[in-house]
């Protein structure tokens, strides 16, 4: 079976993917573009409203994206991007209840991330999307997480996709924990990390699940593998 797909690079100088559990001193990211994030950027690219919530359970770009099918594999040979903390000041007044309203803010950023992009094309909306991506088209400004950070997108093209089972050899994309059993004998690195993959109805809270960037070899696969220019990928 074979699938049409979207690709592209996407990269910054930096990234800042904010963990919605902070502790007192600093504000924490994730270590990879999550499937959230990358929705939202994808609809400011298309035009829906973000977070501003009105009538509706779930925000536009949630709402209109979320059976998008996507598969990120971080450009970096183990899955780690470096991190370091940012500390700059926020003056607008209304930020800080402290003399001056001066918060100071200490961040967490990922340093010069780059993923690939894989989004499948299966109905009209992701039809769009891949147009509007291909002829550079965008109502809002993407960036990475938050609108300090500049999205780079390049590279833009449609590929197909084969689907196979290839036995023995590792998965390209980060990995959904429980879609593949590997053979963890001769494996050199196994990054692992819960990263949001969706939105909870009514409260927009982070759904997460675990998700595996490695270079162990694929045993056994639960759901379906995409043999895309020489790459492995998973779908989520």
């Excluded at 994808?42 to 998008?68: H, N, R, S, T, V």
């Excluded at 891949?130 to 960036?143: L, Q, V």
């Excluded at 023995?168 to 949001?196: C, H, I, K």
Aim: charged share 25%.
């Amino acid at each position: 079976m074979y699938m049409e797909i979207l690709k592209f690079n996407l990269k910054g100088s930096h990234a800042f993917f904010k963990v919605p559990e902070v502790n007192t001193y600093y504000y924490f990211t994730y270590g990879n573009i999550h499937k959230v994030a990358l929705l939202g950027m994808l609809g400011a690219i298309m035009g829906y409203k973000g977070y501003q919530m009105e009538d509706k359970d779930y925000l536009e770009f949630y709402e209109k994206l979320q059976y998008l099918n996507v598969s990120i594999v971080p450009e970096q040979k183990q899955g780690y991007f470096q991190k370091k903390i940012q500390v700059f000041n926020n003056s607008v007044g209304y930020a800080s209840k402290e003399a001056g309203g001066n918060l100071i803010v200490k961040e967490q950023w990922l340093e010069n991330p780059e993923w690939t992009i894989y989004i499948q094309i299966k109905d009209e909306e992701s039809r769009e999307l891949a147009e509007r991506i291909m002829a550079r088209k965008c109502t809002y400004m993407p960036y990475l997480g938050k609108n300090d950070h500049m999205a780079d997108i390049s590279g833009m093209c449609i590929v197909s996709g084969e689907e196979r089972f290839p036995k023995n050899e590792p998965a390209d994309s980060l990995v959904p924990e429980g879609a593949v059993q590997f053979d963890w004998d001769e494996m050199t690195y196994r990054y692992e990390e819960y990263l949001p993959v969706g939105l909870k109805e009514s409260t927009n809270l982070y759904r997460t699940h675990r998700f595996i960037f490695t270079d162990a070899e694929m045993d056994q696969c639960m759901q379906p593998v995409y043999k895309v220019e020489g790459r492995n990928l998973l779908f989520f």
